[in-house]
């Protein structure tokens, strides 16, 4: 039987060849490679600094703290994300507050963030879902009224771009996440990407346990141990070498145009939109269909490992039943019926027919429910 997972960790010689040198300078920590690779992906996203750490979750931590974010200040996220959007703000004694999502891109919602903005209110946290841009323009615009910060979670962003600008790059600070599922990857990493050189200084002191970069041992901050280490970011550098990310975006761009043009008129399943101010990395390849465990389930017994990013609004997750939350009709619909099909560097035609004819199959069996267009 097949296997084909929902995403898949590439590496070759360059992966090799960039650890072994790690190896034989004896330099594991964090050195030369982590600041190699970070000039590197502030050069590609096009800002002044970034800042590598151990995770996603880590620079979502740091950004919050940076831009102010205290106890009992509310953050506005989408509703549909990744649960580390939320644990982030958790982290600061602070309070989510969930808007829903726009029915197109399956990004937080400009008109509900408005309706959600009180006198606590203190930042925003926009998604890239699957690598769509959030509305950057109008999320800008509102921040700017009402005086609140902006932190791009470009987690699943990264080489996507916004009217001509890379992602990762909006908001007062923005970030990443270099998950070993992610487009390009570190096996665990993130890193934070801003213009602000007072913000970039207090990132690197908070990842570093507070420690002045100047004085080692003496902590004008209280910090964490969130470094990120030379093997990993060596990793992360034979991933994003320019030759690399042209070879995995051309990669993903034709897999996921394959997907558009084969299962485009498809009853029963609605394809991902984008809009044409933005340019899709495809990290994910979101479809809606009804019944979609079932179908999730057919689609797992014959060996493709659809993935559902992500089935419960954040509200509705155990940790989170105790906030408040308005209607997130949206939501609701996305993540009752989103299933994401494989898609990574080098999958092959065939494994996408094979994906295509299984799906088909699994749409025509439980075609008795009615299409899960949301309008
Ligand atoms: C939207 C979003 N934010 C944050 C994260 C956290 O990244 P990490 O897993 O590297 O901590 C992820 C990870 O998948 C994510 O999807």
């Not at 151990?54 to 509310?74: N, P």
């Not at 004694?93 to 999502?101: G, M």
């Not at 030759?243 to 991902?272: C, F």
């Not at 992500?310 to 949206?330: F, G, I, N, R, T």
Request: proline content about 5%.
């Amino acid at each position: 039987m097949r296997d084909i997972p929902w995403s898949k960790f590439y590496y070759d010689e360059d992966e090799k060849k960039q650890v072994l040198e790690v190896f034989e300078t004896g330099w594991f920590s964090s050195g030369p490679k982590v600041e190699e690779f970070e000039k590197r992906m502030a050069e590609y996203v096009g800002v002044k600094y970034a800042v590598a750490v151990s995770t996603g979750t880590a620079a979502l931590d740091i950004a919050l703290k940076i831009v102010g974010v205290k106890r009992d200040d509310e953050v506005i996220i989408p509703a549909m994300t990744y649960i580390a959007t939320a644990n982030a703000v958790c982290y600061q004694d602070a309070t989510p507050v969930f808007a829903d999502i726009d029915p197109k891109t399956y990004t937080i919602c400009p008109k509900e963030i408005e309706k959600l903005i009180t006198p606590r209110t203190r930042c925003i946290i926009p998604v890239d879902y699957a690598g769509h841009a959030a509305d950057y323009d109008a999320i800008n615009a509102i921040a700017r009224k009402h005086k609140l910060a902006v932190v791009e979670d470009g987690a699943p962003g990264l080489c996507g771009s916004y009217k001509g600008k890379k992602l990762c790059s909006f908001g007062d600070i923005a970030i990443t996440s270099f998950h070993v599922a992610k487009i390009f990857s570190t096996i665990e990493g993130g890193m934070l990407f801003t213009n602000n050189e007072d913000y970039y200084k207090k990132a690197r002191i908070i990842r570093w346990q507070g420690e002045d970069p100047k004085k080692k041992y003496y902590h004008p901050l209280v910090g964490f141990n969130y470094r990120m280490t030379d093997l990993h970011a060596a990793i992360g550098l034979a991933q994003t070498s320019a030759k690399r990310i042209a070879a995995v975006l051309e990669s993903r761009r034709t897999g996921a145009e394959y997907y558009l043009k084969r299962l485009a008129g498809v009853p029963g399943i609605t394809l991902p939109y984008v809009s044409p101010d933005c340019e899709h990395p495809w990290f994910l390849f979101p479809t809606l269909v009804n019944n979609r465990d079932a179908i999730q389930q057919f689609l797992l017994e014959k060996g493709v490992k659809a993935n559902v990013s992500w089935p419960l609004p954040v509200y509705k997750q155990e940790a989170y039943e105790k906030y408040q939350h308005y209607d997130c009709p949206v939501t609701e619909k996305v993540t009752s019926s989103v299933l994401c099909l494989p898609l990574y560097f080098k999958i092959t035609k065939d494994d996408q027919d094979y994906v295509i004819e299984t799906l088909q199959a699994a749409l025509e069996k439980f075609a008795h429910l009615k299409t899960a267009k949301i309008s």
